[in-house]
């Protein structure tokens, strides 16, 4: 059974740094994508990056650009998202997500999702 298991997320005051991790279990996706998207109440999921494993391919939406960075450890099978400079607007339950295939902006093309962890940004 795949589980994607995410954790790292907190309370943190604007300016600040988080590190999201995304645990994967029951299979690798060495040849597949990972994708981060981040949902605060009241609003719709947004795409926030994605890369596919290899690393070839990287994506982030404006909004994070310059401020998050993707990244991965193979040994460990986790996935991670660094959050520099978080702003009130970054609050959210942040999501991982993965698919076999190339790395997608659309919720949809992923196969399997983590359960989310919340991240707080406070001014």
């Known amino acids: 059974q795949v589980q994607l298991v995410e954790s790292g997320g907190g309370l943190v005051q604007a300016g600040g740094s988080l590190r999201l991790s995304c645990a994967a279990s029951g299979r690798t996706f060495r040849r597949g994508a990972v994708g981060w998207f981040r949902q605060a109440p009241g609003k719709e999921r947004e795409f926030v990056a994605a890369?596919?494993?290899?690393?070839?391919?990287?994506n982030y939406a404006d909004s994070v650009k310059g401020r998050f960075t993707i990244s991965r450890d193979n040994p460990e099978n986790t996935v991670y998202l660094q959050m520099n400079s978080l702003k009130p607007e970054d609050t959210a339950l942040y999501y991982c997500a993965a698919r076999d295939g190339s790395p997608g902006v659309y919720g949809y093309l992923y196969d399997y999702w983590g359960q989310g962890s919340q991240v707080t940004v406070c001014s």
């Open positions: 890369f596919s494993w290899s690393g070839a391919d990287i």
